[in-house]
Nanobody, 123 residues
Framework: QVQPVESGGGLVQPGGSLRLSCAGSGLTKDYYVIGWFRQSPGKQREGVSCISIGDGITYYSDSVKGRFTISNDNAAVYLQMNNLKPGDSAVYYC??????????????????WGQGTQVTVSS
């Protein structure tokens, strides 16, 4: 197992951009699927995006498609967030699960979770 650590959150104006990072020992090995989730007070946790490192398959929720991009290098997994909206404000979490040979999904269980990083979109 690996313990993810998120970074890159902060305060940004609507229309602005942030780049979140998810790092951890061995996190970018090709037998992991990495997911990004977010949660606001009083709301259920929402899946945002995921990447299957081994085959490069990515997925985005409808609410962020076209604005967010997930990627990875040898050091970390990233979530580039562009054209941010107030509704994107949340604590963003990175999580891992084993790669099972068929890309990635958000509506499945993830094993290891980071502590989260706060994103606030406000003018």
């Amino acid at each position: 197992q690996v313990q993810p650590v998120e970074s890159g959150g902060g305060l940004v104006q609507p229309g602005g951009s942030l780049r979140l990072s998810c790092a951890g020992s061995g996190l970018t090995k090709d037998y992991y699927v990495i997911g990004w989730f977010r949660q606001s007070p009083g709301k259920q946790r929402e899946g945002v995006s995921c990447i299957s490192i081994g085959d490069g398959i990515t997925y985005y929720s409808d609410s962020v498609k076209g604005r967010f991009t997930i990627s990875n290098d040898n050091a970390a997994v990233y979530l580039q967030m562009n054209n941010l909206k107030p509704g994107d404000s949340a604590v963003y979490y990175c999580a891992t699960r084993p790669y099972e040979g068929y890309g990635c999904r958000l509506d499945v269980a993830y094993s290891n979770w980071g502590q989260g990083t706060q994103v606030t979109v406000s003018s």
